[in-house]
């Protein structure tokens, strides 16, 4: 089960996992408010701190095994306003320490590591329709994952979440085809071939050796979007990716809860059709509950479990 970082209830997260494990989930991935937890380069806001150790803590004691996220969509003000990950000095310079200081704060009560949350999708968020600048980005997020695993490694599996998507070209255009090509590359070639050879290879620019890249990871999770398309998707990633046992995440659609039923249905039975040919070693969907903003969720804002959440636990 997935918390993203800005769906965290600070005022309930001891009970909500209290609730999660009652119905019988038994890992959780909770996203950190990088923002929160450091208001300014290198210092530490020490409410998030007990927030999130207590909460490693909380799970502990059930039962619970809890993951920490440590990027997402958003990354602090004062990291953005210097370049973020558009600038390489200044990323490769904070995005290690922020990694070191959580695996110092946290890496007692943390049972995993997601060091990157689809990636791809910050790369998209900052320069879509800039191919070089894009570029640029995703190959310091290349070295960034290596750079995590370098501290994470050796403690509690290091696991990826990366989006899974059949990419299909716009329309009957060599220009769409081209588009095509080059975002599959990057959606699939560049991290999970990446991660089981060592070489970043960014379309447009020449293929790069990245030391301790290759089989830096624990685990190989996946995202899937399409519930219709997750057998062919996980089976592709596992082709692809190094030879590690799989963890697949299940992002929740918009609609009625009828509907979201229904397609977690497909999804569980997808998964028990093809967890033993991947290695499939935990199925989980986000997010776990609703929010104001987000109404997605298998369990209600009152914390009352959905038609979707008893078909997922049952």
Request: aromatic content about 8%.
């Amino acid at each position: 089960m997935v918390i993203p970082a800005a769906q965290v209830d600070r005022t309930r997260l001891s009970e909500d996992l209290s609730l999660l494990r009652e119905l019988g989930i038994g890992q959780v991935r909770i996203g950190l408010d990088w923002a929160w937890m450091q208001p300014t380069a290198g210092t530490w806001n020490g409410d998030a701190l007990e927030l999130y150790a207590g909460a490693g803590r909380d799970a502990a004691s059930i039962g619970l095994d809890m993951q920490f996220t440590l990027l997402e969509r958003d990354v602090p003000r004062w990291f953005d306003n210097e370049g973020g990950f558009g600038d390489s000095r200044w990323a490769l310079h904070w995005w290690p320490r922020w990694v070191e200081g959580c695996a110092e704060r946290l890496g007692e009560v943390a049972g995993g590591w997601v060091p990157m949350d689809h990636p791809l999708a910050l790369a998209n968020r900052m320069f879509r329709d800039d191919p070089r600048r894009h570029g640029d980005v995703l190959d310091v997020l290349v070295s960034g994952w290596r750079d995590a695993w370098r501290i994470l490694r050796g403690g509690p599996p290091v696991v990826t979440a990366f989006g899974l998507e059949v990419v299909r070209p716009a329309d009957q255009t060599i220009q769409a085809a081209e588009a095509a090509r080059r975002q599959d590359q990057i959606r699939w070639g560049l991290w999970l071939e990446g991660l089981r050879d060592g070489v970043a290879r960014i379309p447009g620019r020449a293929d790069r050796e990245v030391p301790d890249l290759d089989g830096a990871c624990d685990v190989v999770g996946v995202v899937i979007r399409h519930e219709q398309e997750t057998m062919g998707l996980v089976h592709r990633a596992a082709e692809q990716a190094p030879e590690r046992p799989m963890a697949m995440t299940y992002l929740l659609p918009a609609g009625t809860d009828a509907d979201r039923e229904t397609a977690v249905e497909r999804y569980v039975r997808a998964a028990d059709d093809i967890a033993d040919e991947v290695g499939l070693a935990t199925v989980a969907v986000s997010p776990a509950f609703d929010t104001d903003d987000s109404p997605n969720g298998i369990i209600t804002r009152d914390r009352d479990p959905k038609d979707s959440a008893r078909m997922f636990v049952a």
